[in-house]
């Protein structure tokens, strides 16, 4: 229910003080329903472009359940719900299968990779690189169109296992991705064992950017390790012009938040991809 789940969108539970054990169970039953009948599960999608020139670089799949009574719930609400109900690893095929679909809608027109967030269930399961290469096959997609985002934390409890499975995922030519950086107990030296190509700075250091300038050294000397690296550079959360500016001139090279666009279903993303968009970036340069 709270914020305490965004983190790893699932480990924590926050009883919802609205709500008691019956409204709980209520609610793994209606997720149960809905994803069997396969049609109140949806994704929206966030778009991500290059600092340098605007381009559309990217697109975040984030889950959504329209519930027939209760509306649209977002994942802080969702996920401790499907993980109580031990109906994670549905939600996850539901959520890639939706992920695909939509990029299958605009490649190889648009080369637009679609990224996809993975729960510590999802790092630590064996079968995840088979389900992926044959949902990509099903799909008639490349590798390089996935993108799949974890956060440290979801390593920990089994980190050999954890590697293994990403290393295969990128031996099939899937891009990885490292969310929520800067956070909890995040470590630089972390980078050495894990392999990824992209790395997601969380929101929390580049909200504070205009007031700290401790988090603006924090992203210089990020930015310049991950390129060491071969590793790009994702802002989330960028809220206006003046953040993505300040991050530009910080070495990022992504950026993805309201300033550039919310999170939409679908078919509102088709249109905006295919529209020119004077976004926040394109004003940050000029
Ligand atoms: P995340 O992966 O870090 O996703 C970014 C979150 O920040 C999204 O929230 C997005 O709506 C929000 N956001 C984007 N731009 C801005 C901005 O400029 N300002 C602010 N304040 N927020 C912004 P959302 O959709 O509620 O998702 C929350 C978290 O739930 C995600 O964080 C991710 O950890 C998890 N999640 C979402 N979808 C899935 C999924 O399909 N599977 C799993 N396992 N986790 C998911
Ligand atoms: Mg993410
Ligand atoms: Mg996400
Ligand atoms: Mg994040």
Redesign the pocket.
């Known amino acids: 229910y709270a914020a305490k789940s ?1 983190r790893s ?2 480990q924590v539970y926050v009883p919802d003080p609205r709500g008691g054990t019956g409204d709980r169970l209520r609610t793994m039953e209606d997720l149960r329903t809905a994803l069997e009948r396969d049609d109140q599960i949806e ?1 929206h999608l ?1 778009p991500q472009v290059d600092l340098r020139d605007g381009a559309v670089v990217g697109a ?4 959504r359940w329209r519930h027939p009574v209760r509306g649209l719930l ?3 609400e969702l ?1 401790p719900a499907a993980e109580q109900a031990g109906l994670l690893r549905p939600l ?1 095929d539901a ?1 890639l299968d939706l992920a695909l679909t939509a990029a299958a809608g605009w490649w190889p027109e648009r080369e637009v990779p679609v990224s ?4 510590a269930a ?1 790092v630590t399961d064996l079968d995840l690189p088979g389900k992926v290469a044959q949902a990509l096959v099903r799909h008639g997609l490349p590798a390089r169109a996935l993108t799949l ?1 974890l ?1 440290e934390d979801t390593l920990m409890n089994d980190p050999e296992r954890g590697r293994r499975v990403l290393g295969e995922l990128r031996r099939l030519g899937v891009r990885t991705s490292i ?2 950086y800067g956070t909890g107990y995040s470590s630089l030296a972390y980078l050495r064992h894990l392999p990824a190509d992209e790395l997601k700075l969380d ?1 929390s250091l580049t909200h504070d950017l205009g007031t700290d300038r401790r988090a603006g050294a924090i992203i210089r000397h990020t930015v310049a390790l991950a390129h060491d690296l071969g590793i790009s550079v994702v802002a ?4 206006d012009g003046d953040t993505a500016t300040a991050l530009t001139d910080l070495g990022c090279d992504v950026a ?4 550039i666009a919310r ?1 939409m279903p679908v078919g509102d993303f088709r249109t905006w991809l295919s529209a020119p968009h004077g976004c926040v970036v394109d004003r940050a340069g000029s």
């Open positions: 965004s969108g699932v994704v966030q975040e799949a984030l889950v977002s994942p802080a996920l996850a959520v996809v967030n993975l729960s999802d985002e956060v969310d929520d929101r989330e959360g960028v809220e993805q938040g309201f300033a999170p």
